[in-house]
């Protein structure tokens, strides 16, 4: 999992200009290449903290008044770049699957109204907001076309995460148990729609697909390679393409697999990444956080882990948990 957060120009809460109007040219600008996101993950405010950060805060100004110890220390780091801070919604949250259906708790269950509590409000503040699925026995393709059935995705200032981790397999009940697996080519369709649903409403900013993972064939550790066949990915003009380097570890370890699952030389349309990192709460009783949790000067590089490992390319989002 990772974090994201940070502050810049604001973005849009939706295009106000008519799709295709005559004489006026389509064309959405990119997020990463600018700014470094920096997102705080969870449920929702004040809702199970033993899922995320986001859910100890009640608020966005709680929020707001919490992360400069982040966002300040990025911004010393990330080569002048703005840091835009997100709220990083567990939207589709994956559940023991005991009966038919996608065995997803929704958030529209939980929150009144997810544009006028939560998107709109960060647009105002030049923050975004990240739908996270965990897929369940749901797929990729289906659960973008919800969001956009659902409206959410007509604002600029969200965009999509997906964790292969809770995807279940048809005859496992349980999320996670084992590590779920999406392939490249259900990502690549889904790019495809939302590169296409971003040309069509003539959005002004790209999409933002994040896809946790910390299985992977260029790691080969045991653990399912959380995207199959990645060496099919594909980019898109209106899709920013996120890997984030997920899970719980030390910090050596997370900066080993960060720089596999990233490699470019390895994975050419892997442009940007991500890493998150867990903290301890009071809430989590299982010892679910990182031993210790990476510093910023770590995360982006100036300074070494153990054995001398260093981040190879600075993230473009960090999102913590």
């Keep these: 999992m990772i974090l994201l957060l940070a502050q810049g120009p604001a973005a849009s809460t939706g295009n106000l200009q008519e799709p295709g109007a005559p004489g006026v040219p389509c064309r959405a600008t990119g997020l990463l290449g600018k700014s470094t996101v920096f997102s705080v993950y969870g449920r929702a405010f004040g809702r199970a903290p033993i899922l995320g950060r986001l859910g100890t805060y009640k608020s966005f100004d709680m929020m707001a008044a919490d992360i400069p110890k982040w966002t300040d220390e990025i911004k010393k780091h990330n080569d002048n770049k703005t840091v835009v ?3 990083h919604l567990i939207y589709a949250m994956a559940s023991p699957c005991l009966s038919h259906g996608d ?4 958030l529209e269950g939980a929150v009144p109204n997810i544009v006028d509590d939560y998107i709109k409000p960060a647009s105002a503040r030049g923050w975004i907001v990240v739908l996270d699925t965990q897929l369940g026995r749901s797929d990729p393709v289906d659960q973008i076309r919800r969001m956009i059935e659902k409206g959410y995705l007509k604002y600029d200032n969200v965009h999509v995460a997906m964790d292969p981790e809770f995807r279940l397999y048809p005859d496992k009940p349980t999320p996670g148990v084992p590590i779920g697996t999406v392939d490249a080519a259900q990502i690549n369709e889904v790019q495809k729609i939302l590169d296409e649903y971003v040309r069509s409403q003539c959005l002004k900013t790209k999409k933002i697909l994040i896809v946790h993972q910390f299985g992977d ?3 080969n550790d045991g653990v399912p390679f959380m995207i199959e066949n990645k060496k099919d990915l594909k980019t898109f003009e209106n899709v ?5 380097m997920d899970g719980l570890g030390t910090p050596e370890l997370k900066v080993w697999k960060y720089n596999r699952i990233t490699d470019a ?3 050419p349309s ?3 990444g991500a890493i998150k990192v867990f903290y301890p709460n ?3 009783k299982a010892g679910h956080y990182d031993r210790p949790p990476m510093t910023m000067e770590q995360v982006f590089g100036i300074q070494p882990v153990l054995g001398r490992l260093r981040m190879a390319v600075k993230p473009n989002v960090v999102i913590i948990a």
């Design 217 to 219: 064939s260029n790691v």
């Design 240 to 244: 920013e393409l996120v890997v984030d």
């Design 282 to 284: 009071q809430w989590e």
């Design 85 to 87: 801070p997100g709220v």
């Design 270 to 272: 892997v442009k940007f």
């Design 265 to 267: 030389k390895v994975y």
């Design 103 to 106: 065995c997803l708790n929704y």
